[in-house]
């Protein structure tokens, strides 16, 4: 029965948690499109990192010195480098980027508000995220340059800030990108990720998961920030609190969308 896998994952989670999931499989030449989509909790998170292969995307166009995009470009995607984000985000204007991607994948995001330099605070949902990387993968199939290499970055993502999606979901050639952060105003960790799968021609399949869960005991959130401050990996924690869940959004995901793996 369809949603069953759901079910068992979203089951028992604290009332406090946020989880959502979406999947988009379409192209020409192949089966039918699908959707799949599914949610508890919040309509909408902060996205922290998911969106930077987005944003240097579309910004691209906007900086008319390649090598500068390209030396901030890339680590953002490829090492989730914030500075380097950020160096676009500014440049180009948060809320020229975000309507450059409405025009170009009919999402609309908004700019974080009190802050709009923070980058990572723009609300999304899964489904929206799904939408746009499916844009992504397919302008990148029909040929736009700067798509194709901002795939090719993000399958450079090592396994570090993969949370092991990559494995789970049976593609070693994915294009991943992962976003995890959690917030001093915050008592949740948010751990996201999203799934390019080379499938050939214009076609494409992408999956998203997010995560926003408890995180509320006072020593490990000193901790955490304390790490935050000084520069040192979270990546492990993430993976504590949300890795075998994040893995069971993607591939249960997957599954719900008719993919067989190999």
Not at 27 to 36: E, L, S, T
Not at 88 to 114: C, E, F, M, Q, S
Not at 222 to 231: L, M, S
């Amino acid at each position: 029965m369809r949603g069953v896998r759901f079910n068992e994952l979203l089951d028992g989670l604290d009332p406090s948690a946020s989880v959502q999931a979406a999947g988009i499989r379409r192209g020409y030449g192949g089966p039918p499109a699908r959707a799949v989509n599914v949610r508890s909790g919040l309509a909408r998170l902060r996205c922290a990192s998911l969106l930077k292969p987005l944003y240097a995307w579309v910004s691209a166009a906007r900086i008319p010195d390649a090598d500068r995009w390209r030396r901030h470009a890339e680590p953002a995607v490829v090492v989730s480098s914030n500075t380097d984000t950020l160096s676009l985000w500014l440049a180009v204007g948060p809320r020229v980027i975000l309507d450059d991607l409405h025009h170009r994948t009919g999402v609309a995001w908004a700019p974080p508000n009190g802050d709009p330099s923070r980058f990572g605070s723009v609300e999304v949902a899964a489904e929206e995220v799904a939408t746009a990387y499916t844009v992504l993968a397919q302008a990148a199939a029909a040929g736009d340059p700067v798509a194709g290499t901002v795939l090719e970055w993000m399958r450079q993502v090592g396994a570090a800030q993969a949370f092991g999606v990559r494995e789970a979901i049976g593609s070693p050639p994915a294009a991943i990108k992962c976003g995890w952060y959690g917030a001093p105003d915050e008592t949740c960790l948010r751990t996201h990720a999203v799934a390019v799968l080379p499938r050939g021609g214009t076609r494409a399949t992408v999956v998203v998961g997010m995560t926003a869960l408890p995180y509320t005991d006072p020593r490990e959130r000193e901790t955490y920030q304390e790490k935050i401050a000084t520069g040192l990996s979270v990546e492990a924690e993430h993976e504590k609190v949300a890795g075998t869940l994040l893995r069971g959004l993607m591939t249960t995901t997957l599954t719900e969308l008719g993919h067989r793996r190999g």
